[in-house]
């Protein structure tokens, strides 16, 4: 994980690999951001013409490298663009923020230290760049760079750069008490989300349910979460007909994990339930060739889950919140539920398999019914679910559904405010008749179009009456596939967990509206 220090010292004397500034986009060329006068002076007041004569304009995330001028003490000024010049009396967004300390983080990689110089009005835009660097500073090199067998022994073959080591920010006060907690703060959440993405990309013949699960388990033990595991025959005798259904076609047996974590003074209790698919083929229902390629990601949601418990752990935070991780390998095989089948999921209610592929809805049904037994104040699952909510909103956003209007509400402004796109979605009543079966009490399928919102009230089926829930259907921004962009890397995003840790904080001050 790259170092984050705060420094009062001044952007001329700081000794680092690398200066980052901030420049806006201004109505006659790039305007210099706050934090960058000292760097302007060295070069004599005309940085903003140096990079308008390189083609600089300022516009979000634009990276421009230049030879720094005598009086400073770093050899290159890393111009970041940070967007439109914000109106008078105004400071620049949080994201805005956020996404250029990411890129330029991203376009210091090899490098070992770089101080960055952006506008820090208050901590919370501390917090902001902070996040964006550590966030863009990520890199997976896990599989990269190992040793190659050759005829006379083994030798070195050469690795990709390694992230950026240590970021210093410019003008954040160390003995500052609201700028070092939201240092610390943002050290927490980025390192968790970091977390999310590792595990999102680690391949799936090495993460696999019961991998997952042991991960979980030590993990949450070294922060004094309370872990249970149930296996492959915990849960067939428990009657979890929906996980045991996915992961009876796969050597690699389910499992569902439960990691708790307790507060002294908490009030609330939150449920967070994360889809855990470690490799989604399909099953019997197979995928169509180029739709397997990247479905190591499809626990991305569990991910999200056991990452957010663990930040909310680290920070003390004084809410309950139970973590549940439903984790299966839905392969096809001579064992494996076909189509046509019928599961009697641990709530005791028959669901006729007509799809296989439709499996993570079975997984999180069981899993959510068990959450509902503790009777939490609410429950927030988080899946990449389905392929209909990426044709409605793209790749970059999640829909949020529902059973409480303003719970809906609250989580799309809580995404929002931390960076996350997200839009809130409906489920029509409509479509629930759709899903009717003529076998058992309900299908795992109904109608093609507005499939994201079928998935949504097969779900809500399985939430205990009376309790507040949201389902998150993260199958957007979860899987990066195109070019890195501001903190986003290509590959896993770490997607929902910033917005399940907020979503924490606001509950436990009773902030939550």
């Not at 990309?201 to 997952?212: I, Y």
């Not at 009777?375 to 529902?402: C, E, Q, S």
């Not at 960076?419 to 399928?445: F, V």
């Amino acid at each position: 994980m790259t170092a984050l220090t705060l420094s009062t010292a001044g952007a001329a004397t700081l000794r680092a690999d690398a200066l980052v500034v901030g420049v806006a986009k201004g109505p006659k060329g790039p305007v210099v951001a706050a934090g960058a006068e000292a760097v302007d002076k060295a070069y004599d007041g005309k940085l903003a013409a140096v990079l308008d004569a390189l083609g600089a304009s300022g516009a979000e995330g634009e990276t421009t490298k230049l030879p720094a001028p005598d009086g400073l003490k770093v050899p290159v000024v890393l111009a970041v663009g940070l967007g439109s010049v914000p109106d008078k009396d105004e400071a620049f967004d949080e994201e805005a923020l956020r996404r250029a300390a990411g890129a330029a983080a991203r376009a210091l990689h090899g490098s070992k230290k770089a101080a960055f110089a952006l506008p820090l009005e208050d901590a919370s835009a501390v917090t902001a760049v902070a996040e964006g660097a550590l966030l863009g500073a990520y890199a997976f090199t896990v599989y990269q760079g190992g040793e190659k067998k050759t005829g006379k022994g083994a030798e070195k073959n050469g690795g990709p750069k390694q992230p950026l080591a240590e970021v210093v920010l410019l003008g954040a006060k160390p003995r500052d008490k609201e700028h070092k907690a939201a240092a610390e703060r943002a050290t927490v959440v980025a390192t968790e989300v970091n977390v999310a993405r590792d595990l999102i990309n680690t391949p799936p013949n090495d993460l696999t349910p019961e991998s997952f699960a042991a991960v979980a388990s030590a993990t949450a033990k070294e922060h004094g979460i309370k872990v249970q595991v149930l296996d492959e025959k915990a849960l067939a005798k428990g009657g979890y007909g929906g996980i045991m259904g996915v992961g009876k076609g796969s050597e690699n047996p389910p499992r569902l994990v439960k990691i708790a974590y307790t507060h002294p003074d908490a009030e609330k209790h939150l449920a967070f339930v994360g889809k855990g698919i470690t490799y989604d083929s399909g099953g019997i229902s197979l995928k169509p060739a180029g739709h397997n390629e990247t479905m190591k990601c499809d626990m991305a949601g569990a991910a999200a889950v056991f990452s957010s418990v663990v930040a909310v752990a680290k920070l003390g935070l004084p809410v309950n919140v139970t973590g549940w991780l439903a984790l299966a390998e839905n392969m096809p095989s001579g064992s494996a539920t076909k189509p046509g089948d019928v599961l009697r999921m641990y709530s005791g209610k028959t669901v006729e398999v007509l799809n296989t592929d439709a499996e993570g809805r079975l997984v999180l049904g069981d899993a959510l019914t068990k959450a509902s037994e503790e009777n939490p104040d609410a429950i927030v699952d988080v899946a990449t679910l389905t392929g209909a909510m990426v044709l409605a909103l793209g790749d970059r956003t999640f829909g949020i559904m529902a059973n409480d209007d303003a719970f809906r509400t609250s989580i799309h402004e809580i995404a929002e405010e931390v960076g996350e796109a997200s839009w809130p979605m409906p489920l029509p009543e409509d479509l629930r008749k759709t899903m009717d079966s003529p076998t058992a009490d309900i299908a795992n399928m109904g109608v093609r179009m507005g499939g994201g919102l079928v998935a949504g009230l097969f779900l809500q089926e399985f939430v205990g009456e009376g309790i507040t829930w949201a389902h998150l259907d993260i199958a957007g921004p979860a899987f990066h596939e195109g070019a890195p962009y501001g903190y986003t890397p290509k590959g896993g995003t770490g997607s929902a967990v910033r917005t399940l840790v907020r979503l924490a904080e606001r509950t436990a001050t009773g902030d939550l509206g």
